[in-house]
Every structure is written in C-alpha cells, then in structure tokens.
C-alpha cells in the first residue's frame, strides 16, 4: 500500500498555512502527527495534492493558561504530554484518562490533540485498502452510492471512533478555529456533525489551532471507560466518558456523561445532567442514566464487535463510570 | 478478560539450545493466546473483513503475560543427539489451558474460538436462564 504522491507543504505560521489551505482547496488535507491521514493515505481513501505539514508552527503547541484561567491546549499538543501533564492530571482527570486509551504509545507520541478531534470517522466498509475498496464497489462515503451498514439508506453510519472528545465535552470544552476570516471559538459539542461523511465544522480552509478548558470544569472528578478487544493499539468499540462534581454532604452539582463509538458523533447524553444535578447517589438513578446513555448510543456494524454488546459495554461503562467518579474521587 | 500467566512444560527430548527451546515455547504459547483471546478472520459473503494488523489482532506485548518455560528432556533414541521437536506444541496446548482457565473461573464452556468476552456473557446468561427455570418453574422467570 504505497502513499499517493503528494507534495509537502511546511507553513511556520498559522497565517502561512491558512493560505495554503484557502489556495489548494479539497486538493489539501492537514497533517500533524499524521497517525490517521498516513494510513488512510496508504488506503487511498484520499489523494491531496498537497499535504500541509502544521507542525513547524511552533505557536499551536504546548499547555498555557489563557484568559479567564483557562487552559489553552495548542492543537499540536501530543497525547503523550496530556497523559504527562501533572496539570491536566490534577485539573481535568477525565482527559488524561482517555488520552491514555489512545492507540497506543508509539501513537500517542506522534498524535495530537487537535489530529485527535478530527479523526476520520471509522467504517468496517471504509477502512479497507483501494484494491478491497474497488472490489466491493465502493460506498456511499467513499466511490459507491451503497451503504453497507444500513443498505437503502442515504446516510453514512462511520463511527466516530475518538477517545479525547468524549471526555472534553464533559468538561464543556471549546475549540479554537482559524480560516481566512480570523478565528473564532465554538463548543466542542456543536463542532461535530452527526454524520459520518460531513464529520466536523471545519472548512477545507480553517484549521483547529487551539482546544480551551474552562475554569469552572477544573478539578472536576471525572473517568474515561473505553471497550476495545485488545489492551493496546485499539480504536474504541464503545466509550464512556463521565465528570461529576459533588459537595461535601454528597449531592450532585454537576455532571456529564459523553459516549463515543456507536454514532457518526462523540455525543452528551442530555438527561444526565438534568437527572444527576441535586441528587445523592443511588443505584437506581445511576441505572436510569445509564439507560439514557444506551438510547443516545446508535452503534450499528461498523465494526468488529456487535451492536447488542457495544450498547450493553455502554450501559455498563456509563454505570461503573458513575459509581467510580461518585464514590471515590478521581478513581 | 486477562489472562495473568501461563506456564508451559513441554517434552524436546533433548534441548540442544536451551535457550531457543524456551523462545520457541514462548512464541508458541503466545500464538495460542493470541488464537485463544482475539485472532479471527472475518468473512462476509466471501470478503474478509479484517485484512489488515489493525483488525486482525494479535496480541501485543501489553497483552502477552509472563510466560513460564519448562524444558522436559526425554531423550528421544530415534532423534537427532536425542531431540524431538520445538515447534508449535505449547500452541495447541495453550488454547485449551485458556478455555479451562475460564471454566474454573466463572463456570461456563465456551467451544468456538476466539473466546471472546461477548461469547463469555451471552453463556453466562444462558446458564442464569436455565437455572432460574430449574429453580422456579411457573414463577416468572427467577432473580433478574
């Protein structure tokens, strides 16, 4: 599986690398630590004439507190520094949690967060090599007008398959944008689409620059439960991320609960936060989230392992995240 | 599911190299977890599914447990300085070490491979069926 040929563009400046995206249009794909875009390019899945190497530009790197107390994670922040980070580890446990799920450390050292947000989404019909792929006859996403998933339909069902984006929606995280008309700022949660081909509300000529941490979520409790069939190196089959921030005498203040990997998006689950806040804990109003959780999920045969199981790993992640995060802290 | 240790003895005959008869009872042992656990090919309507290392999993070395060798010398008359073999024994061995291993720990036996945690519940669930009919025929339907 040879790379398509394509030329390498290396901007310095985030300015610099606006331009050549708005220049080259859908001829330019972005590139980071390239540990999705290179095996999808050896798929063929794309050919860019042009990649856009983000990685000289030196100002998309790094943790920084921002205004307000934020914290500014530049989008060429790796994984391996999340995982490592004594700040990220005290303030927002549940990031560091699912960082360290990511692949695996080989991954993690190239990958970044801001490659990690914007992660193709995943099909058993998609991700297969061009000769595969031309067997087949192609797909509704990729050279066909067939889904495979769900044979009729005219929507595509790949999976969202991140780790990072579950975990920073509870934590009502932003994401930084820069195109042609400057920057602007945008909830995690309105940055993904819901559908497996148009994944993200990134134009082809802006760039994630920079994910924000609010102030308020810090310290937050918070865990990341993730099913793959393998410990390491793994996409997830299904994910629950959870944050809980509960007072002294037990009650509830706040919570989110995020799934990802059984829908074309990472998504909230909404009645958790509204069953959660003002409430101690009980068996019972965990297994009622945790039956929401189950309704929000959509998982259908995109991948390896069956629906059946991935909602009831859902249900039992979304459970167990709770019971932990209530319980015993930042367990 | 993990799988914490395995310990394989296995009969050479005559270790001529030790050291490679236990590297050879390693890897062996470790193409039996693997084809235990996760390893499976999957077709659908004659295409398989999972061509590549991604989908198609081996173990790792995160998954790979200490493994314990254990030489048994027999010394074979009809082999080589008194060998036999070090090949792939301890694969065929290890499947069944990790099927039993599962019986004995939530009793329930599982007969295709790869014995995944997916098969392990819907058994689990059968037996707890089948119980709760055993024990309380007519009520409805036992403590779930």
Redesign the interface.
């Known amino acids: 599986m040879t790379m398509p040929a394509s030329r390498v563009a290396r901007p310095s400046t985030i300015e610099e690398a606006v331009r050549l995206l708005a220049d080259n249009g859908p001829e330019a794909v972005i590139i980071a630590g390239g540990t999705d875009v290179v ?1 999808n390019l050896q798929m063929k899945l794309f050919a860019p004439r042009v990649l856009v190497d983000i990685k000289p530009i030196r100002v998309l790197q790094g943790i920084t507190i921002a205004a307000a107390g934020a914290l500014r994670l530049g989008a060429l922040t790796t994984l391996t520094e999340i995982v490592g980070s004594p700040l990220l580890q005290a303030s927002y446990p549940v990031l560091v949690s699912a960082a360290a799920t990511i692949a ?1 450390p080989l991954q993690r050292n190239m990958g970044t967060l801001g490659g990690n947000l914007c992660l193709e989404t995943r099909c ?1 019909w998609y991700n ?2 061009h000769f ?1 792929r031309k ?2 006859g192609g797909c509704l996403k990729k050279d066909g007008d067939v889904c495979h998933v769900a044979p009729g339909g005219k929507r595509c069902w790949a999976a969202w398959s991140g780790d990072s984006a579950p975990a920073l929606l509870t934590l009502d995280a932003e994401v930084e944008i820069t195109g042609p008309r400057g920057r602007r700022r945008l909830p995690l949660a309105q940055f993904y689409l819901n559908d497996g081909m148009n994944r993200i509300a990134l134009g082809r000529d802006e760039l994630v620059t920079s994910v924000y941490l609010p102030a308020r979520t810090a310290g937050r409790r918070g865990i990341y439960h993730k099913l793959r ?6 996409y997830p089959l299904a994910g629950v991320a959870v944050t809980l921030e509960v007072d002294r005498s037990g009650v509830c203040r706040e919570a989110r609960v995020a799934i990802t990997a059984v829908n074309p998006a990472p998504l909230l689950v909404k009645e958790a936060s509204e069953w959660l806040v003002g409430q101690r804990y009980s068996a019972e109003l965990v297994d009622r989230v945790a039956h929401a959780a189950i309704r929000t999920g959509k998982p259908l045969t995109t991948s ?3 629906p059946v ?1 991935r909602r ?1 790993m859902v249900r039992l992640f979304a459970r167990r995240a709770l019971e932990e995060a209530w319980k015993n802290g930042n367990a | 599911m993990h799988v914490h240790r395995i310990i394989a003895a296995h009969d050479c005959g005559k270790a001529l190299n030790p050291m490679t008869v236990e590297g050879q009872i390693e890897g062996s042992v470790y193409m039996g977890l693997g084809q235990a656990l996760q390893e499976e090919m999957v077709w659908n309507k004659g295409r398989l599914m999972n061509p590549t290392l991604l989908e198609y999993r081996i173990p790792s070395t995160l998954e790979t447990p200490e493994i314990e060798s254990i030489i048994v010398e027999s010394i074979d008359p009809e082999g080589p300085f008194g060998a036999k073999e070090a090949g792939e024994g301890s694969l065929a061995a290890t499947i069944p070490a990790i099927a039993n291993a599962i019986y004995d720990a939530v009793g329930v036996r599982i007969n295709t491979l790869p014995i995944t945690p997916e098969k392990i519940l819907a058994a689990l669930r059968e037996k707890e069926k089948q119980r709760a009919g055993n024990d309380a025929p007519g009520t409805n339907g036992g403590s779930r």
């Open positions: 095996p695996g058993l297969q090599s595969w067997a087949l069939i393998r410990d390491s190196i793994d390896a392992s069956t199981y009831e």
